[in-house]
Protein backbone atom coordinates (compact mmCIF):
# COMPACT_ATOMS: atom_id res chain seq x y z
CA UNK A 1 0.00 0.00 0.00
CA UNK A 2 2.97 2.50 1.30
CA UNK A 3 4.76 2.08 -2.80
CA UNK A 4 0.76 2.33 -3.99
CA UNK A 5 0.61 5.70 -1.86
CA UNK A 6 3.84 6.80 -2.88
CA UNK A 7 2.97 6.09 -6.72
CA UNK A 8 -0.40 8.32 -6.62
CA UNK A 9 1.30 10.78 -5.21
CA UNK A 10 3.87 11.15 -7.82
CA UNK A 11 1.10 11.30 -10.67
CA UNK A 12 -0.95 13.65 -8.90
CA UNK A 13 2.21 15.87 -8.65
CA UNK A 14 3.00 15.35 -12.40
CA UNK A 15 -0.55 16.70 -13.02
CA UNK A 16 0.33 19.70 -11.08
CA UNK A 17 3.34 20.08 -12.65
CA UNK A 18 2.07 19.88 -15.93
CA UNK A 19 -0.97 21.69 -15.75
CA UNK A 20 -0.17 24.77 -13.79
CA UNK A 21 -0.30 28.17 -14.88
CA UNK A 22 3.18 28.74 -15.48
CA UNK A 23 4.62 32.50 -14.51
CA UNK A 24 5.88 34.77 -17.24
CA UNK A 25 10.08 33.71 -16.85
CA UNK A 26 13.48 36.18 -17.07
CA UNK A 27 15.80 35.80 -19.80
CA UNK A 28 17.94 34.09 -16.84
CA UNK A 29 15.97 31.31 -15.03
CA UNK A 30 17.32 28.03 -16.39
CA UNK A 31 14.01 26.07 -15.63
CA UNK A 32 12.17 24.60 -13.02
CA UNK A 33 11.68 20.91 -12.43
CA UNK A 34 9.17 19.88 -15.06
CA UNK A 35 11.70 21.92 -17.82
CA UNK A 36 14.13 21.08 -20.03
CA UNK A 37 16.93 23.59 -21.95
CA UNK A 38 18.63 23.38 -25.26
CA UNK A 39 21.63 25.47 -25.74
CA UNK A 40 22.48 26.61 -29.41
CA UNK A 41 25.81 27.66 -29.80
CA UNK A 42 27.18 30.20 -32.24
CA UNK A 43 28.88 27.88 -34.23
CA UNK A 44 25.36 26.40 -34.83
CA UNK A 45 24.19 29.48 -37.03
CA UNK A 46 24.84 29.41 -40.70
CA UNK A 47 24.69 31.88 -42.92
CA UNK A 48 21.50 32.63 -45.07
CA UNK A 49 22.11 35.28 -47.55
CA UNK A 50 25.35 36.50 -47.33
CA UNK A 51 29.04 35.39 -45.61
CA UNK A 52 29.57 35.20 -42.20
CA UNK A 53 32.70 34.75 -39.70
CA UNK A 54 33.22 34.34 -36.40
CA UNK A 55 34.67 36.61 -33.95
CA UNK A 56 37.12 36.97 -30.76
CA UNK A 57 36.01 33.13 -30.97
CA UNK A 58 32.88 33.08 -28.74
CA UNK A 59 30.54 35.05 -31.29
CA UNK A 60 29.21 34.84 -35.15
CA UNK A 61 28.76 37.96 -36.88
CA UNK A 62 27.59 38.76 -40.09
CA UNK A 63 25.68 41.28 -42.43
CA UNK A 64 23.08 39.57 -43.32
CA UNK A 65 20.74 36.50 -41.79
CA UNK A 66 21.36 33.01 -40.08
CA UNK A 67 19.88 30.11 -38.90
CA UNK A 68 20.03 27.39 -36.56
CA UNK A 69 18.29 24.03 -36.10
CA UNK A 70 16.41 23.17 -33.29
CA UNK A 71 15.45 19.62 -34.20
CA UNK A 72 17.03 17.85 -30.63
CA UNK A 73 14.07 19.17 -28.83
CA UNK A 74 11.45 16.09 -28.16
CA UNK A 75 9.11 15.48 -30.11
CA UNK A 76 5.73 16.58 -28.57
CA UNK A 77 7.81 18.96 -26.37
CA UNK A 78 6.34 22.55 -25.40
CA UNK A 79 8.47 25.48 -25.96
CA UNK A 80 7.89 28.32 -22.96
CA UNK A 81 10.87 30.67 -23.94
CA UNK A 82 13.31 31.49 -26.21
CA UNK A 83 16.58 33.79 -25.17
CA UNK A 84 19.17 35.39 -27.43
CA UNK A 85 22.67 36.28 -26.09
CA UNK A 86 24.06 38.79 -28.06
CA UNK A 87 26.32 42.13 -28.74
CA UNK A 88 25.17 45.27 -30.16
CA UNK A 89 27.81 48.16 -30.44
CA UNK A 90 25.84 49.53 -32.92
CA UNK A 91 23.42 52.42 -32.62
CA UNK A 92 21.83 52.01 -35.83
CA UNK A 93 21.82 48.77 -36.62
CA UNK A 94 20.03 45.96 -34.40
CA UNK A 95 19.37 42.41 -33.81
CA UNK A 96 16.94 40.36 -34.99
CA UNK A 97 15.82 37.10 -33.75
CA UNK A 98 12.94 34.35 -34.44
CA UNK A 99 11.41 31.02 -33.68
CA UNK A 100 10.64 29.39 -37.28
CA UNK A 101 9.29 26.26 -38.76
CA UNK A 102 9.21 25.24 -42.46
CA UNK A 103 7.37 21.53 -43.59
CA UNK A 104 7.73 19.27 -46.38
CA UNK A 105 5.62 17.32 -48.15
CA UNK A 106 6.17 13.35 -47.29
CA UNK A 107 6.15 11.94 -50.61
CA UNK A 108 7.14 14.74 -53.37
CA UNK A 109 9.83 16.43 -50.91
CA UNK A 110 8.77 19.67 -51.96
CA UNK A 111 8.59 22.28 -49.60
CA UNK A 112 4.92 23.47 -48.37
CA UNK A 113 4.15 25.68 -45.58
CA UNK A 114 6.93 27.90 -43.20
CA UNK A 115 6.17 30.70 -40.59
CA UNK A 116 8.20 32.55 -37.88
CA UNK A 117 7.13 33.62 -34.78
CA UNK A 118 6.95 37.34 -33.81
CA UNK A 119 10.90 38.89 -33.59
CA UNK A 120 12.49 40.10 -30.48
CA UNK A 121 15.58 42.71 -31.25
CA UNK A 122 17.73 45.06 -29.52
CA UNK A 123 17.58 48.79 -29.98
CA UNK A 124 19.79 51.40 -29.69
CA UNK A 125 23.19 50.72 -28.42
CA UNK A 126 23.05 48.26 -25.74
CA UNK A 127 26.05 46.53 -25.27
CA UNK A 128 26.21 42.80 -24.01
CA UNK A 129 22.49 41.87 -23.50
CA UNK A 130 19.71 39.21 -23.42
CA UNK A 131 16.19 39.97 -25.57
CA UNK A 132 13.93 36.88 -25.11
CA UNK A 133 9.98 35.89 -25.70
CA UNK A 134 7.77 33.67 -23.47
CA UNK A 135 5.45 31.76 -25.73
CA UNK A 136 1.82 31.69 -23.76
CA UNK A 137 0.42 29.30 -25.02
CA UNK A 138 3.49 27.52 -25.45
CA UNK A 139 4.66 26.69 -29.12
CA UNK A 140 4.52 22.54 -30.02
CA UNK A 141 7.27 21.10 -31.43
CA UNK A 142 5.35 18.13 -33.29
CA UNK A 143 8.23 17.47 -36.51
CA UNK A 144 5.48 14.99 -38.01
CA UNK A 145 1.64 16.14 -38.91
CA UNK A 146 -0.61 17.08 -41.78
CA UNK A 147 0.11 20.59 -42.39
CA UNK A 148 -1.74 20.96 -46.13
CA UNK A 149 -4.73 18.95 -44.54
CA UNK A 150 -4.45 16.25 -47.73
CA UNK A 151 -4.51 13.12 -45.54
CA UNK A 152 -0.81 12.21 -45.51
CA UNK A 153 1.89 13.48 -42.59
CA UNK A 154 4.56 15.71 -43.56
CA UNK A 155 7.47 16.22 -42.16
CA UNK A 156 8.16 20.06 -40.34
CA UNK A 157 11.64 21.21 -39.31
CA UNK A 158 12.23 24.03 -36.19
CA UNK A 159 15.09 26.17 -36.36
CA UNK A 160 16.26 29.58 -35.23
CA UNK A 161 16.57 32.82 -37.62
CA UNK A 162 18.90 35.25 -37.05
CA UNK A 163 19.75 39.03 -38.36
CA UNK A 164 23.33 40.40 -37.36
CA UNK A 165 23.54 43.78 -39.08
CA UNK A 166 26.76 45.49 -39.70
CA UNK A 167 30.45 44.23 -39.49
CA UNK A 168 32.79 42.84 -37.45
CA UNK A 169 32.32 43.24 -34.03
CA UNK A 170 29.22 45.09 -34.80
CA UNK A 171 26.44 43.03 -33.94
CA UNK A 172 26.99 39.46 -32.76
CA UNK A 173 25.57 36.43 -31.87
CA UNK A 174 27.33 34.53 -28.62
CA UNK A 175 24.69 31.79 -28.16
CA UNK A 176 20.68 31.12 -27.74
CA UNK A 177 18.64 29.03 -25.11
CA UNK A 178 15.41 27.58 -25.45
CA UNK A 179 13.28 26.59 -22.15
CA UNK A 180 10.73 23.53 -23.41
CA UNK A 181 9.03 20.89 -20.94
CA UNK A 182 7.23 17.60 -21.79
CA UNK A 183 3.59 17.18 -22.03
CA UNK A 184 1.49 13.79 -20.97
CA UNK A 185 0.44 12.17 -24.13
CA UNK A 186 -3.16 12.42 -24.85
CA UNK A 187 -5.55 9.32 -23.28
CA UNK A 188 -6.08 6.97 -26.03
CA UNK A 189 -10.33 5.83 -26.45
CA UNK A 190 -9.92 2.48 -25.47
CA UNK A 191 -7.66 1.21 -22.25
CA UNK A 192 -4.38 -0.71 -22.67
CA UNK A 193 -4.78 -2.64 -19.49
CA UNK A 194 -8.62 -4.32 -18.32
CA UNK A 195 -8.27 -3.09 -14.61
CA UNK A 196 -7.59 0.19 -15.73
CA UNK A 197 -10.43 1.62 -17.40
CA UNK A 198 -11.22 5.06 -19.10
CA UNK A 199 -12.63 6.56 -16.04
CA UNK A 200 -9.76 5.40 -13.89
CA UNK A 201 -8.42 8.46 -11.93
CA UNK A 202 -4.57 7.99 -13.26
CA UNK A 203 -6.15 6.24 -16.60
CA UNK A 204 -4.23 9.06 -18.53
CA UNK A 205 -1.02 8.44 -16.46
CA UNK A 206 -0.70 4.72 -16.80
CA UNK A 207 -1.47 4.83 -21.09
CA UNK A 208 1.31 7.23 -21.19
CA UNK A 209 3.41 4.89 -18.92
CA UNK A 210 2.49 1.90 -21.27
CA UNK A 211 2.93 4.19 -24.78
CA UNK A 212 6.11 4.95 -23.62
CA UNK A 213 7.33 1.63 -22.77
CA UNK A 214 8.35 1.84 -18.97
CA UNK A 215 5.91 -0.67 -18.33
CA UNK A 216 3.95 -3.69 -19.54
CA UNK A 217 2.12 -4.25 -17.02
CA UNK A 218 1.71 -7.43 -14.49
CA UNK A 219 0.19 -9.42 -17.31
CA UNK A 220 -0.26 -9.88 -20.82
CA UNK A 221 -3.47 -12.47 -21.02
CA UNK A 222 -5.46 -10.94 -19.88
CA UNK A 223 -3.85 -7.49 -20.29
CA UNK A 224 -3.56 -6.30 -16.70
CA UNK A 225 -1.57 -3.36 -14.89
CA UNK A 226 -2.34 -4.66 -10.97
CA UNK A 227 -2.62 -0.79 -10.02
CA UNK A 228 -3.58 -2.00 -6.31
CA UNK A 229 -0.08 -4.15 -6.55
CA UNK A 230 3.21 -2.61 -5.07
CA UNK A 231 5.73 -2.22 -8.14
CA UNK A 232 8.32 -4.91 -5.61
CA UNK A 233 5.07 -7.32 -5.53
CA UNK A 234 5.00 -7.72 -9.49
CA UNK A 235 6.60 -10.15 -11.39
CA UNK A 236 8.24 -7.40 -13.97
CA UNK A 237 8.87 -4.86 -11.39
CA UNK A 238 6.41 -2.57 -13.28
CA UNK A 239 8.79 -1.73 -15.65
CA UNK A 240 9.71 -5.10 -17.76
CA UNK A 241 10.65 -3.20 -21.44
CA UNK A 242 13.41 -1.00 -19.35
CA UNK A 243 14.77 -3.62 -17.37
CA UNK A 244 14.79 -4.13 -13.60
CA UNK A 245 14.43 -0.44 -12.38
CA UNK A 246 13.43 -0.50 -8.91
CA UNK A 247 10.65 1.51 -7.80
CA UNK A 248 11.94 4.56 -6.96
CA UNK A 249 13.34 5.31 -10.50
CA UNK A 250 9.65 4.69 -11.61
CA UNK A 251 8.35 7.55 -9.47
CA UNK A 252 11.42 9.86 -11.11
CA UNK A 253 10.21 9.37 -14.32
CA UNK A 254 6.38 9.94 -13.59
CA UNK A 255 7.04 13.44 -10.97
CA UNK A 256 9.86 14.68 -13.85
CA UNK A 257 7.54 14.11 -16.51
CA UNK A 258 9.79 11.93 -18.84
CA UNK A 259 7.19 9.73 -20.11
CA UNK A 260 5.08 9.15 -23.35
CA UNK A 261 5.63 12.22 -26.02
CA UNK A 262 2.79 12.66 -28.51
Not at 24 to 30: E, K, L, R, S, T
Not at 154 to 181: C, E, F, P, S
Amino acid sequence: MVHRRIFALSLIALGLCLGRARAQAGPDVFGIQDEGITIVGYQEFFPIYSSCGYSAGDERWCDGQMKAGINMIPNGALVTQVVFYVRDDDSLMNFIGWLCWSSVHSSSGQALLADCQTGVATSGQPGETVVFQNFDPPLPILYRQDVDGDGFTDVVNYYLRVWTQGGIGTVTIRMARLLWKRQVSPAPAVATFNDVPTSHQFFQFIEALAASGITAGCSASPPLYCPDSSPDARPDGGVPRQGARPPLALERSVILGYISIC
